[in-house]
């Protein structure tokens, strides 16, 4: 099992950007597919971005093309989330998750998941 710590949440004014980091430990990113999901008040946990293991191919949820950004610093065994250009229906806790699958955009395929770093868009 990968455990996971994302860190990086706050409140930002709309507009703004705020970057998430997601280190997984005793496990090495290169290894893994890793994704980012959000999760809003009383709705599902939504697909947001992910990075495939295999070549490193990103993929996004239609709503953050654009302004969101997934990457990964191999070197630091850490993969970000830049968010740019943040919404208020942005607001969530976001959630770093990791697949041995190539590529996936459902939360099914993914079986190690972070805590969750809660972000929050004022307007």
């Known amino acids: 099992q990968v455990q996971l710590v994302e860190s990086g949440g706050g409140l930002v004014q709309a507009g703004g950007s705020l970057r998430l980091s997601c280190a997984p430990s005793?496990?090495?990113?290169?290894?893994?597919?890793m994704a980012w999901f959000r999760q809003a008040p009383g709705k599902e946990r939504e697909f947001v971005a992910a990075s495939s293991r295999s070549d490193g191919r990103t993929s996004y949820t239609d709503s953050v093309k654009g302004r969101f950004t997934i990457s990964r610093d191999n070197a630091k065994n850490t993969v970000y989330l830049q968010m740019n250009s943040l919404k208020p229906e942005d607001t969530a806790v976001y959630y770093c998750a990791a697949s041995l699958y190539s590529s996936g955009t459902s939360r099914f395929q993914y079986g190690d998941w972070g805590q969750g770093t809660q972000v929050t868009v004022s307007s």
């Open positions: 005793k496990r090495t990113i290169s290894s893994y597919t």
